[in-house]
């Protein structure tokens, strides 16, 4: 069984995962700081993680439960999605993480084959989801050079003219790998031109609570739109896997596709992980906006850190947790710097080209207490003012 020929070319074929690769560049450098990871540097609330100590001694969490999601959290989501999201029409399927959800997602509505649009610089692993699902024909547009909001007039442009019509339109607000935001005139916009088109639009507000400077996430809702969402950052619940799908309620048969794929992935998400889900709720979005408005600074100081590549260079961090930053013209090979700076100044970035905008590069500042970040911010500035005067020695 030595033979890559028993392989799937689907596997094969998709792109190598670029946390991994990171991990491995972290674990061979002693002392490296990592910008890298999309992480937050909290935990879930006290108040939740006291209640799921007890909760493990009960029988009910070590069974399966319903594969859409306990009762109990979908209608607690459901409230959410009314109050804060204003969607009403949607239905929620919880999922292990937002991750899945988007796997779910291209696995109901798009055939091996069909064609998608996502846009540049994109969330790697949506772009892996579609290779590993067959959908290989994955056009890229463009976004705005100054903002990088998604460029509507691409959009209308290339669902007119590509035949058969691409099956799904995706978008991340805010984004990663940048961290723009996607106003809600635009997000509108979008919108239409998917539905003039008959093309699905995805959405992953997986950073739907972490915007800056008095900007305010909104969600759209209609018959083509579905909504991802997850726990992970926003709760500090990124290893106990919980996100979850709103999908549109009206849309028949899609409520029973997501359950087929659902029960042959997870089956359900770990329920603990759902409990925890539910207490976490309680503490609610203040709390989460309580621990984000510390995030302000931890981006002030790696904007700073950033100086050396010039005023225009960085771009994007109106929401999530990232700036975008564009290498010097001469370094085209992102992961080249990458390497250097995590072996020569111990601080590690994510390569923009693993997010299709090679030349740059992905900063994440989320992951560090203030008095860390400040450690890598000056690592990291100290890295870059040697690149742009001296070059990679
Ligand atoms: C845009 C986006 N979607 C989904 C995910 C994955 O989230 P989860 O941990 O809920 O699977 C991430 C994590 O970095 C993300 O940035």
């Not at 070319?9 to 999309?38: C, F, H, N, Y």
């Not at 579609?130 to 050079?145: A, C, E, K, N, W």
């Not at 809702?221 to 309620?249: D, Q």
């Not at 979005?285 to 600074?297: I, M, R």
Request: proline share 5%; with cysteine; charged share 25%.
């Amino acid at each position: 069984m030595g033979s890559k020929g028993m392989l799937s070319r689907r596997a094969m074929d998709t792109d190598s995962p670029v946390m991994v690769q990171i991990q491995e560049l972290l674990k061979g450098v002693k002392g490296a700081v990592s910008l890298a990871q999309g992480v937050v540097y909290w935990q879930p609330p006290k108040s939740a993680l006291e209640k799921v100590r007890e909760l493990v001694w009960e029988p009910s969490v070590s069974r399966y439960g319903a594969d859409e999601g306990l009762p109990e959290l979908r209608e607690a989501l459901t409230k959410k999605l009314l109050e804060e999201n204003k969607l009403c029409k949607s239905s929620v399927m919880v999922t292990a993480g937002a991750n899945q959800a988007f796997v779910n997602i291209v696995l109901a509505l798009c055939d091996a084959g069909d064609s998608v649009v996502m846009f540049a610089p994109y969330y790697f692993n949506s772009y892996m989801s579609f290779q590993m699902t067959g959908v290989t024909d994955i056009l890229v547009g463009p976004g705005d050079p100054d903002t990088l909001q998604p460029d509507a007039d691409w959009l209308e442009k290339t669902l007119r003219e590509s035949k058969p019509t691409p099956k799904l339109v995706t978008i991340v607000n805010p984004g990663n790998p940048s961290g723009t935001y996607i106003p809600e005139p635009l997000l509108k916009k979008i919108s239409d031109i998917c539905k003039n088109a008959g093309c699905w639009l995805v959405v992953d507000n997986t950073y739907e609570y972490f915007m800056y400077d008095g900007l305010k996430h909104s969600c759209i809702e209609a018959n083509h739109i579905v909504n991802i969402f997850s726990f992970s950052k926003a709760y500090g619940m990124m290893g106990w896997r919980v996100g979850y799908i709103a999908f549109p309620s009206e849309v028949e048969g899609i409520a029973q596709q997501l359950l087929k794929i659902q029960d042959n992935i997870p089956i359900c998400a770990s329920l603990i992980s759902q409990r925890l889900a539910l207490h976490a709720m309680e503490a609610g979005k203040q709390w989460v906006t309580d621990q984000v408005k510390d995030l302000v600074k931890n981006r002030e100081l790696l904007a700073d850190a950033l100086s050396p590549l010039g005023k225009d260079a960085v771009k994007g961090g109106e929401g999530a947790i990232y700036l975008w930053a564009k290498l010097p013209e001469k370094f085209v090979d992102d992961f080249k710097v990458v390497r250097w700076l995590a072996n020569k100044h111990g601080v590690v970035l994510v390569p923009g080209s693993s997010c299709g905008g090679p030349g740059y590069v992905r900063i994440s500042f989320g992951g560090l207490v203030e008095k860390d970040c400040r450690f890598a911010a000056e690592r990291l500035k100290r890295g870059l003012e040697e690149l742009v005067n001296d070059g990679m020695s």
